[in-house]
C-alpha cells in the first residue's frame, strides 16, 4: 500500500528567535555588536540590559530585520530576519516593535495610532483615509480598555502624558497581533511607580496572549523583577546571562566575569 505522506508546511519549536556568532557594524570596521550567542524561547520575558551604546538598540534592529548582521546567523521562527525578504515580511507582521522614540503620529488620536497596527492586513487605499473595518475599529477599542485609555481615544498623541504614550505604543504593536514584541526603553525617563505600571501591563498582555516579549534596558533590578531571563551586554559583548524564577536565579553563564563585576550590576541603579 502506498503511504502518501502530508509536505511539512511549518516548524514550530520551543525556540523562537536564535542567534549565532553574530556580529554587527554600521560602517563595516568598528562593531557594534561582537560574536552574539542567544535563543529565546516562545512566551518568555527576556531582558537585554546595558549602559547606552553598548549595542541593545542593534539587536533589537538585527531580530526585527532592519539591520543584517555582518556576521554569523540570525533566525527568527527559522526565517532569516530581513525586510527586504519576501518570505521575512510574513514573520515581520508578527513582530511589534516598540523603537525608543516610540512612532507615535502626534497630531493622530489615540485611536488612530493604535489603528495603524492593523495596516498590514487592511485595504491600503481606505487606511491611507483613515477608514477601518468596523471589526478592527472594535479589536482597537478593546485593546485600549486593556491599557487602561479607553476614555482617551480622542484625544491626540501630543496631548498625553510620557506614561500614556508609551500605553498607545504597546497598543499600537497589540493591534499587530504580534507574536513576539520588540521594546526599546520603553521605561526609560519615567518615575519609578509609571514604569512598574507599563511593565505590568506588558506582563499582563504577555500571558494573556501567549506574546515573546524582548525588552531592552538599563536598570538590572527592573529587569530582575520582570523578565525569565536577562542578558547583559558590554561594548557589543554578551557577557551574562541569567535565568530567573520569582525571586531565584535558576541558570547563570557568564564568561570572563569575576564576582564584584556581578554585584556592581545588581547594585547599578543608573
Known amino acids: 500500500m502506498k503511504v502518501i505522506s502530508k509536505p511539512i508546511q511549518k516548524i514550530s519549536s520551543k525556540t523562537i528567535i536564535q542567534m549565532n556568532d553574530v556580529w554587527a557594524s554600521y560602517d563595516g570596521k568598528n562593531y557594534s ?5 542567544m535563543s529565546v524561547d516562545r512566551g518568555v520575558n527576556y531582558a537585554v540590559v546595558g549602559q547606552s551604546g553598548s549595542g541593545k538598540s542593534t539587536l533589537l534592529k538585527l531580530i526585527n530585520g532592519m539591520m543584517n548582521p555582518s556576521k554569523g ?3 527568527v521562527d527559522y526565517q532569516t530576519p530581513n525586510i527586504s525578504n519576501k518570505s521575512f515580511k510574513k514573520v515581520m507582521t508578527k513582530i511589534g516593535y516598540i523603537p525608543q522614540t516610540l512612532g ?4 493622530l488620536t489615540v485611536l488612530e495610532n493604535t489603528l495603524m497596527g492593523a495596516l498590514p492586513r487592511v485595504d491600503k487605499l481606505k487606511s491611507f483615509f483613515s477608514v477601518f473595518p468596523e471589526n478592527e ?4 477599542n478593546k485593546i485600549l480598555k486593556m491599557v487602561g485609555l ?3 481615544s480622542e484625544r ?10 508609551r500605553r498607545v505604543a504597546i497598543a499600537r504593536a497589540l493591534m499587530q497581533q504580534p507574536e513576539i514584541i520588540l ?5 526609560s525617563e519615567l518615575d519609578h511607580v509609571t514604569s512598574h505600571e507599563i511593565m505590568d501591563l506588558i506582563t499582563e498582555a504577555q500571558k494573556k496572549i501567549n506574546l515573546t516579549v524582548i525588552m531592552v534596558h538599563h536598570d538590572m533590578n527592573l529587569a530582575l523583577e520582570y523578565a525569565n531571563r536577562v542578558a547583559v551586554i558590554k561594548q557589543g559583548e554578551k557577557i551574562l546571562e541569567i535565568g530567573v524564577e520569582g525571586d ?3 541558570d547563570f553563564q557568564t564568561g570572563n566575569v569575576t564576582q564584584q563585576e556581578i554585584l556592581e550590576m545588581y547594585d547599578d541603579k543608573s
Open 33 to 37: 555588536l561582537k560574536e552574539v550567542t
Open 104 to 107: 507615535l503620529v502626534k497630531n
Open 183 to 187: 521594546a526599546d526603553e520603553i521605561v
Open 156 to 165: 491626540k498623541a501630543y496631548q498625553l502624558s510620557g506614561g500614556e504614550k
Open 137 to 140: 475599529i472594535n479589536d482597537a
Open 248 to 250: 531565584s536565579i535558576v
Open 73 to 75: 546567523t540570525i533566525r
Open 150 to 152: 479607553e476614555n482617551k
